[in-house]
């Protein structure tokens, strides 16, 4: 007797899990759902919005596709032009240091991936994002757009001097590390508003700064280690 169940199972299998290592959708959604459990509630990620944010976007989808099957690990991953994509916890941590309320308005200097501006996004942010790579810019512009972003708005150039034309801002976040605080980016703070961004060189801190009616007040987080931030900045270290 001819076996033809010995060739058309395996064959079935493959057409119906595609060829490719690809793992079919719902593989992607446990990915992440094991994520948010293992690398974000196990160390303290509280905040109900940034987990169900961070349950839905899809990092694979926005990594190269050298590096998807590791989009849900827990470390960076490369990006391409040199520069990184974070760490899923600490997009979370910095995520949820910063409150976002829906409706707000988010300036992010180092857009990447555009990973970091869709959390945003999810939690109902309009979010205008500067990448000094312009190759990065775009690459970003489209995938966020492919994957139906419209509240994120992608802009080449350097982030030194915020987006003055869309201030003030309820909230900025800096994803690459300046050795000083860029003041047009405090300045575009409004009243009430928030800043996290990674201050150092070879050692950094997350610094939160928020801004009051009687001032700017400071507070040092946690050591991280993100890409320098270049452009204009250097020029002030
Ligand atoms: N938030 C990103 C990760 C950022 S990596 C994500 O979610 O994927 C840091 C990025 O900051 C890099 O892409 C780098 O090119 C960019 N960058 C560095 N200096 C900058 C500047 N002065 N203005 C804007 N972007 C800058």
Do not use: C
């Amino acid at each position: 007797m001819n076996p033809h169940w010995k060739v058309w199972i395996p064959l079935w299998a493959a057409l119906s899990h595609g060829f490719a290592a690809e793992p079919p959708a719902d593989e992607w959604t446990r990915a992440r759902q094991q994520m948010v459990k293992t690398q974000l509630e196990a160390r303290g990620v509280r905040n109900a919005a940034v987990l169900a944010a961070m349950r839905k976007v899809p990092r694979h989808e926005l990594v190269p596709a050298s590096e998807r099957e590791w989009a849900y690990g827990d470390s960076p991953l490369p990006i391409s032009e040199g520069q990184t994509i974070s760490q899923p916890y600490i997009v979370a941590y910095m995520t949820e240091q910063l409150d976002i309320r829906r409706g707000e308005r988010v300036l992010e200097i180092g857009t990447g991936s555009g990973y970091q501006a869709a959390v945003l996004a999810e939690l109902g942010a309009e979010v205008f994002t500067i990448e000094i790579v312009a190759p990065l810019a775009e690459r970003a512009k489209a995938d966020l757009a492919r994957l139906g972003y419209r509240s994120v708005h992608v802009r080449a150039g350097d982030g030194y001097r915020g987006w003055p034309e869309q201030a003030p801002f309820d909230a900025v976040i800096v994803t690459a590390a300046p050795e000083t605080i860029p003041q047009p980016l405090v300045d575009q703070l409004r009243v009430g508003g928030r800043m996290i961004v990674p201050v150092g060189d070879a050692y950094q801190e997350l610094v939160m700064i928020r801004k009051t009616k009687h001032g700017i007040k400071k507070e040092r987080l946690i050591p991280v280690r993100f890409v320098p931030m270049t452009g204009e900045v250097e020029k002030h270290d």
